[in-house]
């Protein structure tokens, strides 16, 4: 039976993942090393009931993706010099554990996806799905391997994923408008409405991770499709 990925297992593998600096420290001594990076994979494969390593590798890569846009914004809403009750928040349920091991490691810069672009040592690659380098050090390192055209293409490069990025962030406002519509309010107690979200939550978790995420897409539909009615005081009449 295939191992499922439920949010439980999720920060299972997370913390899993963050015990084997290895893999994602681009500073740790052991990191171009192969054999160990293979086998630190090895070693979460083991400990998920044998799941391939090349599926850890891409749920790694599907998680960072979904990573990348909040931390961005979460870093970008500190920096705005913004008081503490407007920085922005993540409600992700697997955000909390990633930013306390690559939190620190990355910058609001530090967006950039190269885990298709493995670094080479020599004529071997390296397995291990390195965390993303600072722009400059990409640079400089491909530029003393191909020649002085390579940071002019790296540039053009960054453009284009600073658009991506800039439209992952619109998409994730898009998302949380529900939400964040409804934590701005102060609530006093709880309601029927309360209890409704409550266990409406319950069941959702029972769901598979994707169809989860597809019945949540749903509701928010139904309520923009439904907006909320014009509360205004009706003229008294004459």
Same mark, same amino acid.
């Given at each position: ?14 913390e ?22 293979h ?30 846009p ?18 922005? &928040? ?8 990633? +930013? ?8 609001? +810069? ?6 298709? &672009?493995?670094?080479?040592?020599d ?5 291990? *799905? ?11 390192? +491909?530029?003393?391997?191909k ?14 994923? @600073? ?5 992952? @962030? ?11 519509r ?8 709880? *309601?029927?409405? *309360? ?24 509701? @928010?539909?139904?309520?923009? @499709?439904?907006?909320?009615?014009d ?8």
């Open positions: 039976m295939p191992f499922e990925w439920s949010n439980e297992n999720t920060i299972k593998f997370l899993l993942l963050e015990g084997e600096k290895v893999i994602w420290d681009v500073s740790d001594k052991n990191h171009k090393a192969n054999h160990k990076v086998a630190a994979w090895k070693r979460i494969s083991e400990a998920l009931e044998n799941t391939p390593i090349v599926k850890l590798k891409s749920k790694k890569k599907s998680l960072m993706a979904t990573f990348r909040l931390l961005k914004k979460h870093k970008r809403s500190i920096q705005s010099g913004t008081c503490a009750d407007d920085i922005f &928040q993540p409600i992700w349920f697997a955000y909390d554990v990633m +930013e306390r091991f690559l939190g620190p490691t990355l910058t609001v +810069e530090e967006t950039m996806d190269t885990e298709e &672009q493995p670094l080479q040592n004529s071997t690659s390296n397995d291990g *799905d390195t965390m993303p380098r600072r722009p400059s050090q990409q640079a400089e390192m +491909e530029s003393s391997r020649g002085p055209n390579t940071v002019i293409k790296i540039n053009a490069r960054k453009r284009n994923i @600073d658009h991506v990025i800039n439209e992952a @962030d619109k998409n994730i406002n898009n998302s949380f408008a529900t939400q964040s409804v934590l701005e309010r102060t609530i006093i107690e709880e *309601d029927d409405c *309360d209890i409704y979200a409550k266990l409406l939550a319950k069941k959702l978790r029972r769901y598979p991770e994707r169809m989860r995420y597809m019945l949540m897409y749903k509701i @928010d539909g139904l309520l923009l @499709d439904n907006p909320y009615p509360e205004r005081p009706s003229s008294a009449s004459t």
